[in-house]
Antibody, heavy 118, light 110 residues
């Protein structure tokens, strides 16, 4: 079955760029699914960041759109998240997830904690 | 888009049934049949319980059920068990290719 695994730096400096990658195994990233990023600040709820299709089409949360870029690398079967101009408010566990059919997420990666601090 | 509104906490005794509400607007919950529910244990990734308002993925217990009335969706857990103690999140399509989550509800099994 499809599995997702996030990777990337766990510490990012304020005003810097957060960069994460989600590796997809057990299936093709070129399947008829959208691939998503969701984050969760410590002790708080889930926030949808955005999604990408294998064609390169993207959709973003309007509240983050000006700072977010999601890209896809079909040769490596992975997709990535870049969030620029980060502040402490961007400290969160970042999850990647597959949109299973449309607008529900399964499976999820295990999540990776990114802390924004100097 | 504002987060969907969920009660911060609910509780129930083993064997009882509980319902968690998720209130949105006609632009999200009320306007589409794309409501999903997730269960999350501390330190773990969310797991889908319900999608398309009422459907259960394969492998999810039939003790979990979903419904919707107007702008409010609900998750009902029947025959409450100790293992159901977790956080629960609703999620809805909000139009324009945007998704919004609820604030989350902590379920305590007494």
């Amino acid at each position: 079955q499809v599995q997702l695994q996030e990777s990337g730096p766990g510490l990012v400096k304020p005003s810097g760029t957060l960069s994460l990658t989600c590796a997809v195994s057990g299936g093709s990233i070129s399947s008829s699914n959208w691939w998503n990023w969701v984050r969760q600040p410590p002790g708080k709820g889930l926030e949808w960041i955005g999604e990408i299709y294998h064609s390169g089409s993207t959709n973003y949360n309007p509240s983050l759109k000006s700072r977010v870029t999601i890209s896809i690398d079909k040769s490596k079967n992975q997709f990535s998240l870049k969030l620029n101009s980060v502040t402490a408010a961007d400290t969160a566990v970042y999850y990647c997830a597959r949109d299973a059919v449309r607008y529900w997420f399964d499976p999820w990666g295990q999540g990776t904690l990114v802390t924004v601090s100097s | 888009q504002s987060a969907l509104t969920q009660p911060a906490s609910v509780s129930g005794s083993p064997g009882q049934s509980i319902t968690i509400s998720c209130t949105g607007t006609s632009s999200d919950v009320g306007g589409y049949t794309y409501v999903s529910w997730y269960q999350q244990y501390p330190g773990k990734a969310p797991k889908v319980l319900i999608y398309d308002v009422t459907k259960r993925p394969s492998g999810v217990s039939n003790r979990f059920s979903g419904s919707k009335s107007g702008n409010t969706a609900s998750l009902t857990i029947s025959g409450l068990q100790a293992e159901d103690e977790a956080d629960y999140y609703c999620c809805s399509y909000a139009g324009s290719s945007i998704v919004v989550f609820g604030g989350g509800t902590k379920l305590t099994v007494l």
